[in-house]
């Protein structure tokens, strides 16, 4: 305990760090990501507005971004993260990755929480003569806020575990402190400290969005 007391102010600077690393990418995922997953159901064939060439292109590129190992997507974007942030360490670095690893992400849940409400809502929308747009946001988008909110609450839970690896390029951050204590210097009780922080981390997160998602479906 004398270590983790001694240790209490770098560990701090690293939940700080996992913060903004997380707290920049994720809403710049959500605002970036919610348009291409509405594009991406939009112009799908059987879409709203059918464009089966451009969307296999664009879904193509999702899957090929989306798929891409974390790890060797951190390191294949060195120039692009250098010439954007000015360095290739550190926590604003780290975040550059982050984000361009979550935009496809959760674009492509966002697709696919639309697409699970089935044609009904759309067709009687249609009947009424509402507007693409007018059904993509009085609609799609207000019935799919539960499911949306469960898509933001994975999306954040699975990116504190990719905010973890970025300590391996020295990107800061609970992960960073676990390698250099627990890892390198062969102190287990700190790492033990710094996962079970991980671990509430993701819990609280778990917790704050299922009920959110709970009190903003209105079929409960």
Request: hydrophobic share 55%.
């Amino acid at each position: 305990m004398e270590r983790i007391v001694e240790l209490r102010g770098e560990l701090l600077v690293a939940m700080l760090q996992t913060f903004a690393m997380v707290g920049v990418a994720i809403p710049l995922a959500v605002l970036i990501g919610t348009p291409i997953g509405i594009w991406l159901f939009n112009h799908a064939p059987g879409g709203i507005a059918p464009l089966p060439k451009r969307h296999a292109v664009v879904s193509g590129l999702v899957n090929m971004v989306r798929s891409f190992p974390f790890l060797i997507l951190l390191i294949a974007i060195i120039p692009f993260t250098r010439l954007l942030v000015g360095t290739t360490v550190g926590t604003a670095a780290a975040i550059v990755p982050l984000t361009v690893n979550a935009i496809p992400y959760f674009a492509r849940l966002v697709e696919q929480n639309l697409t699970q409400l089935g044609t009904g809502a759309v067709e009687a929308s249609r009947a009424m003569g509402a507007t693409r747009g007018q059904i993509i946001r009085n609609v799609l988008l207000v019935d799919a806020k539960p499911a949306i909110i469960g898509s933001i609450t994975i999306t954040t839970v699975s990116f504190i575990s990719y905010s973890a690896m970025v300590g391996l390029v020295g990107g800061g951050g609970i992960g960073d402190f676990a390698i250099r204590y627990g890892y390198y210097r062969y102190e287990t009780p700190v790492m033990l400290v710094a996962i079970v922080l991980m671990l509430l981390l993701v819990t609280l997160v778990q917790w704050g969005g299922t009920t959110l998602s709970r009190l903003t479906d209105k079929r409960l």
